[in-house]
Structures are given as C-alpha cells and as structure tokens.
C-alpha cells in the first residue's frame, strides 16, 4: 500500500485537465474555456450538485482539480460581469482547500497551517484569493481586498514548500501592490462612491453623529462596557476610560427622543473583590430587566421599570461528558469573572448563551459553549471545553477565542458566531499555545439548537474581512445583522508616505449588513446559485465614525433606529492630542441604509459626499480628500471645509432674465491636492 507521502507524489506529478480550461481562457477562448471549466466540475460532482454552492447547502468535497476548474470558471464569471457569481466561485475554491483539514488524521487548531504537498492546490488557491481581492478592491472593500492577498502571502506562500512557489504564485502575490493595499480601511482619500450599486453586494448608507445637548458621564469615553436600548433610552454601563483606567462601576441612560442628557442610574453594588472589574460584561434585555453574566453562578439583574440592582443565584448540574470538558467543581468557569464573551439572548425561547471569554484558568480566550433557561434558571453546556488542550479534539465546533460577534435567528433555533480572536500573547502559566502574538478568526459558525450541532458557514456575497472586538447587533426592522469596525491583530497599516508610524495591526470603520434570507425569486439577471444563498454586503457610507474597536451597536426595537456608541484606538492611528496609550470615544452616532425603515430619506448623501466627516478627518468640499482641513470664511458658516486658501468676493449683478439686481458669489479656491483653482459661482 503506498504512503501519504507517496501519494502525494503522484498526485503531484499528474496534468490536471482543468489546466486544458486555463489554455483556451489564455487564448481568449473564453466561451470554450467556460463550458470546460464547468463540464469538468460536474463530471466530478454529478448533475445533481449545485456548483459553485449556496451558502446553506450542506455537503462538499475536495479535488485539486475541481479547485482548478472553480477558479477558471471565477474568472470566466468575471469577464463577463457576472461579480456575485465571480466571488461564489471563488469561496467555492475556498471551502474545497479548507475540507484538506476535515480529513487530516489528528485535528489542528486554527492557527496551524497545515498544507497538502501539492503544489497546483497551492496555486489554484492564491488565484482564487488573488481575483477575489480584486474584485473587493473595485465594490470599494479595501479591508477584505487586502487580507485575501495577505493570507495568500502569510498562509500559502511563505509556510510552503520552494516547488509551491512557482513564478506564476510569485507574479500573482505582487508584494509592490500589497503594500499600497495595507492602508486604512476604508481609505479616507478614496473617493465617496457614486456608480450604481451592486444591489446584491451594496447598500447606500448614512452615518450621522448626534448632539447629546448636556455632555456627561460616558461622554468622556468608554471601552469595554456594557450596552443596550430599552424604551428608546441608551443604556451604557460600567467599562473604563483607557486600559489604564478609570475603571467605572456606573451605569447611564440617554434619551434617543430629545438627547437631552445623560442621566446617572445606581451604581453596581457589588463588591469588587466579589465580582472583579466591570470590564468586558455584556447585558441583555429579559421581561424589563436587564441581566448582566459576569461568570460567577449568580446572575446581577437591574430592574428597568424600578431602576434597583438585585442578584438571581441559578443551578448547573455537570454531566460525565462536562467533567471531560475540563469542569472540576460544580460550576463551569473557574474564578469570580469572566470577560470578553459573546453573549446572545433569544427572546422567542427565552435562552441566554454565553460562547468562549476568558475566565479563572485562561486569559487567551476559551470555547466553552452554555445556555442558560431563563424559565427555570438552569445551566447546561453545548459544546466546547473549559480551557484548550493541547490537541484540537475535533473540527466540530469553534475553536477558542474571545470578543466574537454573535446573535440568535428570530425564531431561536440558530445562534450565530462570527470572528473574534485567540489571545495567545496572555497565556499563562502551563497553557498551551502561547506565542508572541494573538490569532485573528475568519471563520463563520452557526449552532442548530434542535440538533445540538455547529456548521461552518460559507462568508458569501461582500463580507466583512477578519476581526474581532467588532460592534455587532440584529435589526429586527431590516432582517439584518449589523456589523462596525473592529480590531486585526496581525494585519499591518502602512504609510506609504512616511508621515505617519506604521502597525503591525489594523482597525476598522466599515460597515456590513447580513441577509440571513434574502429573496428567493428568481431572476433573469442574478444567477441562481446567489438568489436563495444567505450573503453579506457592505454599506457605503460618505462619511463614517473614526476607526475603533470595542464600540456598541444597539437597536431601538420601538422605532428600529441603529446606533453606535463608544469605543477606543491607539492614540497614535489616528490624530489626537492626548498622550494616554489609548483613546477612548463618548460619540453617538446613527446608521441609515436604503432599507424598508432604514429612514435614509431623512439623509442627504449628495451633500455628505462633500461634508461628512471621514473617520477623524475632514472632507474637502470642493475635491473630497480627507485631511485636517481648514473651515470656510464665508457665508456657510463653517460647515464645509477646503484643503487650500479660499477667498470669497460677493458682487451685484445685473441679470438680463430679471428686472431687479442679483448677488452672486464667487469663490475662488486654489487646491492644494489637484494643484488648480476652482471657480465656484452661486446664485443667491
């Protein structure tokens, strides 16, 4: 019987058809590579198997050459204009690469890179990787556009072997392009969209900030505290200013009506030596009471209505199968606190769940699975161990980790987990994997309640790229799942310009929406294996809140409204005039998209593509670059800003359609960025 090795060999050495498709595209034999491409991959699959697949089809399989033929058709779909089809195809390459794992004899976590000594899967991989990260480039999503070429250049080129590292790889991952694509995202300097939307990929959105009237209270800033709307009144609570405190034990309301000001409410009453720092909790909303989990077995309830504190002690029962997961004592998490969790509340069953955080025995973040019956108050776990053992036990469920995204479906027989990261850098003693650096997620999970399972989920249509520490929220009103800015540990920001330091990190300002049941009619214009796929898509915004991570994004239930809250960044990313090692944010701001209630009539994007502000900086009225600009002099009052000087000269005029004089107003403006002067005339 031959060995792996052997066989991998052989494999290796065999001409795939799928190269036949690549010869004719080369040749501008498009049609014919096409038809190729996708007789090869049925030949493999069978007539009956959807190719490339939805989002929510349950099976697949792995061949180099299928992968070949994926890609091909990837590119097919591309010159045709056929972009969703285009991008399906290619995490369709993505899913096949990934089954390598599924089949390994012992599992290895996440952050093991583990490569079939095959150097074609290598190569159809970064194609795959490579279009994708171009077509993101062109819908305006610089983030994941980066890190599709990123992966490529850390995961399948520099960890692989010299026979994978053919000059066609080498052409594909242009280290030169690479660079320029490591900036902000999204890039302040980009000009604001104005083509015509990609429906199935884009939406038109506003950001818009709001006045509180009375600043107070977490108007200062605030991270890692806890979050909610009840009653059209924001809810923010404990947290601290930086990492180096203050740390805050309060809690304020703010109402979204008038903005008035922020209200104090009573302060947590626990003792700190009993609960640990209020830092990293979450709350959630539960017949008018607010529920906050902090990892003991007590549950702190505020009430809404009377605005007082009180403790509700619950029940766990460990099974034989807890106690191999790593539970020693009568309760799951060792310690008094728990942090950084997900934490999810499905209001059709009235179930809490509580995913992965760091507790008494792990700092790096854990895949601890529970949900807690808010009927009877009793615990259970799902899946999932207390701490990491050195070997992954299996590929069925998530990997550890803390500050994922998360929600349940409306009906509360799906929990979703998205992201998050793997802190393997605050390990300690006697933890396995520990390394210098923390491990970014970029998976996508959903948890079938009624059969106990976890599946993998495809990250189809325009999705967010890797992050963790992302505000994440579910708008009932849209049907859809929100998402906002966030933190890559490993993704470097670069200055081409040497003006500003580089990192060895990003944060975000994008915004996402996912469709978990997007339209099923079909259409003559969208191929079908897009119409019924759960998908992602981005929202393009003019303007947008500075780049952040651990902010809040909280939904008004009564009016629908989005709001962001909160939130910090390293003080040297962007500009600031503090000297602390963070900063934190006290702004509130509201998202409007081009939804059925999405009150995007209320917004003027014409307008904000010249005035809203770009993350920290803004606008150029007259050419849409970002910078610390200077105001206008004239009659505007200040509202726009210019890049260059600006003189503005009033006249009267006699105009030939009219009897009585007009004034007319010139503004001449010479622009530092286009290196011209613009006449700017107004009849008023």
Known sequence: ????????????????????????????????????????????????????????????????????????????????????????????????????????????YDWI????????????????LCLASEIFAELGNSGTAVTRVWAGKTKHFVPVPEAHR???????????????MMTLHPNPNAPPHKAKLIPGLQVQGSWKRLSVKNLSGP????????????????????????????????????????LAAWEPLPSYPFALRQTGLFVGWEMVIHNNQAILFTGRPDLDIFDLTTERWSTRPTSFTPTVEDVKAGITDAWAYPGIHQADAAVVYAAKTGKMYVFGGSHGSTMMGCNLFMELDLTTWTWRRLSGQVRAPRVAPDFSCP????????????????????????????????????????????????????????????????????????????????????????????????DITEKAPSFGYSYFADTFLYDPAPARSPSSKTPPPTVTAP???????PGFPTYRCQSHLAVDPDTGRTYLFGGWTNNQYIPTHTKVISRSFGDLWELKVDLPGGHLDEADIEEEMRVARAGPWQRCYNCAAAGPWRKCGGSCKGRVFFCGSNVIYYVIVLSPSKRSPCIVRFRAFVSQTRSKIVIEILIL
Not at 57 to 73: I, K, Q, T
Not at 535 to 541: A, C, D, F, N
């Open 219 to 258: 108007s200062e800033g605030r991270e890692s505290f806890a979050c909610f709307i009840w009653n059209s009144h924001l809810y923010v609570a404990g947290g601290r200013r930086c990492s180096l405190g203050p740390f805050h034990r309060d809690i304020w309301k703010l109402n979204l009506t008038t």
């Open 113 to 128: 890179d583990n490569h079939l000594d095959i150097p074609c899967t290598t190569l159809y991989k970064i194609r795959a």
């Open 535 to 541: 998908k992602w898509q981005q929202v393009l915004t």
């Open 1 to 108: 019987m031959a060995t792996q090795s052997e066989l991998t060999r052989l494999l290796s050495s065999i001409t795939m058809p799928c190269e036949e498709g690549d010869k004719l595209f080369a040749a501008g034999r498009f049609e014919a590579a096409e038809t190729m491409y996708l007789e090869l991959a049925r030949g493999m699959v069978g007539s009956n198997h959807p190719l490339p697949m939805t989002a929510n089809h349950p099976s697949g399989g792995v061949r180099a050459n299928l992968m070949g033929c994926c890609a091909g058709m990837a590119k097919c779909m591309r010159r045709k204009k056929q972009i969703e089809l285009a991008l399906a195809w290619c995490e369709e390459v993505n899913s096949l690469y990934r089954c390598e794992y599924s089949h390994l004899a012992e599992p290895v």
């Open 166 to 180: 053919t000059p066609e790889v080498k052409k594909l991952l242009d280290t030169e392009l690479l660079t320029k």
């Open 399 to 494: 990997s550890p980790r803390k500050s994922a995204g998360a929600w349940a479906s409306v009906d509360g027989k799906k929990v979703y987990l998205l992201f998050g990261h793997y802190d393997r850098a605050a390990g300690k003693s006697g933890e396995f994997h520990q390394e210098s650096e923390a491990f970014g997620h970029e998976d996508f999970w959903s948890f079938d309640v009624q059969e106990k399972k976890w599946r993998r989920e495809r990250m189809s249509g325009n999705p967010p790229c890797s992050r963790t520490e992302l505000a994440c929220v579910y708008n009932e009103t849209w049907k859809r799942v929100v998402i906002f800015g966030g933190y890559h540990p490993t993704l470097p920001t670069i």
